[in-house]
Structures are given as structure tokens and as C-alpha cells.
T-cell receptor, first 111, second 114 residues
Framework: EDKVVQSPLSLVVHEGDTVTLNCSYEVTNFRSLLWYKQEKKAPTFLFMLTSSGIEKKSGRLSSILDKKELFSILNITATQTGDSAVYLC???????????FGGGTRLMVKP | NAGVTQTPKFRILKIGQSMTLQCTQDMNHNYMYWYRQDPGMGLKLIYYSVGAGITDKGEVPNGYNVSRSTTEDFPLRLELAAPSQTSVYFC?????????????FGPGTRLTVL
């Protein structure tokens, strides 16, 4: 059974801090790992990672995948209150397009 | 494009009642999914479909049924609502090629069973 574990469960930081969110996984025939940001409603897509060692960046957010150690990290630099959300990690395998989600990390950024 | 739309946004059911959660996408995606998200938890897959007429069970299918008669629509049916089905339900879709692993989510339906 595919499994995704995220840590920490929750995190409180102040604006301007840098945070690192972790995602470890066990999946048969890994295909890709995805990060989503979920505020009040539906998750919104951030990154999709398929290859080890290649960093994906979008503004202050970046992510990298390690397929040997089976984990990914999501970094957010110079955090802002608008970064407050639940960050979800999900993996998919070669069997199809199904995503297996982790439990999420709840990030709160205080002014 | 409206993307993925879901109705209703909110619903309260009594134990034993039934209802259908509607999901429609206008992106011509072959793949569609239903997830539930319990408070403070990640998403769990209920059912998915790889095309019209084809559906399959996900992680937590018990108590639910689906159908996929068209590419656009993927309704989720609860036959005998139970308090354990109190959750937020998300429908999602993805293309079968190209950015095939990016799933687009609807806004969710918040269901309470009392």
C-alpha cells in the first residue's frame, strides 16, 4: 500500500522566517510527487517532481526530490502571512493517475 | 472555462438519508476523482474514473457509489448516510496526457450527517 508521511504536522513562524516542510513516501513504481497548497477550500497545485536532484522554483517557494532516500522538501523563504495554509504532498505511481496524499503540514505565519 | 464545479456547497443530512453530490468539468479530461477530507487530515480517494463508462474503487469506497455516463459528469451517491460520512468532499479531474498528473480540484462540498 502506498504511503505518504508529512512532517511536521504543524508549524508556527513569524514573517520573514524560512521554513522547510518534509514529505517521505513509500510507493510501488513511483512516478511523481506533487505539492499542493490548501487554504480555505480546494488544494491548488504548486509543483510536480519526477526526477531526483532537480530543484523546482516558483518565487519564494522551491522543492526538491530525492528518489534514493524517498523524500521531498518544500522550502518557503521570507514567509508572508499569505503563506499560511495546509501544504499537502501526494505521490502517484505508474499504475495510473491516482494520487496518494499525506496528512498535510499546517503552516501559520504570524505578522 | 469554469474548470471543475461541484454542487451543493453545503448539505446537512439525517442518518439514513441519501443524496448525490454533483461534479462537472469542462476541460475534456478523461480522469475524474472523488476525495474526502476529514478535519485536520489529508485527502482520501473514494472512487475514480478513467473515462466515460469506467469507474473503480479508491481507498475508502464503502458507503458510496459513482457513475460516469459522460466525460463531463461524475456524480457521487450516498445511499444511507452515516455520521462517519461527515466530511468535505472534493472532486478533481486530470488529462490523460501532457501534464497528466496535475489534478484540478473543485471547490468542495461540506457534508454533515446528524
Amino acid at each position: 500500500e502506498d504511503k505518504v508521511v508529512q512532517s511536521p504536522l504543524s508549524l508556527v513562524v513569524h514573517e520573514g522566517d524560512t521554513v522547510t516542510l518534509n514529505c517521505s513516501y513509500e510507493v510501488t513504481n513511483f512516478r511523481s510527487l506533487l505539492w499542493y497548497k490548501q487554504e480555505k477550500k480546494a488544494p491548488t497545485f504548486l509543483f510536480m517532481l519526477t526526477s531526483s536532484g532537480i530543484e523546482k522554483k516558483s518565487g519564494r517557494l522551491s522543492s526538491i526530490l530525492d528518489k534514493k532516500e524517498l523524500f521531498s522538501i518544500l522550502n518557503i523563504t521570507a514567509t508572508q502571512t499569505g503563506d499560511s495554509a495546509v501544504y499537502l504532498c501526494a505521490v502517484t505511481n505508474n499504475a495510473g493517475n491516482m494520487l496518494t496524499f499525506g496528512g498535510g503540514t499546517r503552516l501559520m505565519v504570524k505578522p | 472555462n469554469a474548470g471543475v464545479t461541484q454542487t451543493p456547497k453545503f448539505r446537512i443530512l439525517k442518518i439514513g438519508q441519501s443524496m448525490t453530490l454533483q461534479c462537472t468539468q469542462d476541460m475534456n479530461h478523461n480522469y475524474m476523482y472523488w476525495y474526502r477530507q476529514d478535519p485536520g487530515m489529508g485527502l482520501k480517494l473514494i472512487y475514480y474514473s478513467v473515462g466515460a463508462g469506467i469507474t473503480d474503487k479508491g481507498e475508502v469506497p464503502n458507503g458510496y457509489n459513482v457513475s460516469r455516463s459522460t466525460t463531463e459528469d461524475f456524480p457521487l451517491r450516498l445511499e444511507l448516510a452515516a455520521p462517519s460520512q461527515t466530511s468535505v468532499y472534493f472532486c478533481a479531474s486530470s488529462a490523460s496526457r501532457g501534464r497528466y498528473n496535475e489534478q484540478f480540484f473543485g471547490p468542495g462540498t461540506r457534508l454533515t450527517v446528524l
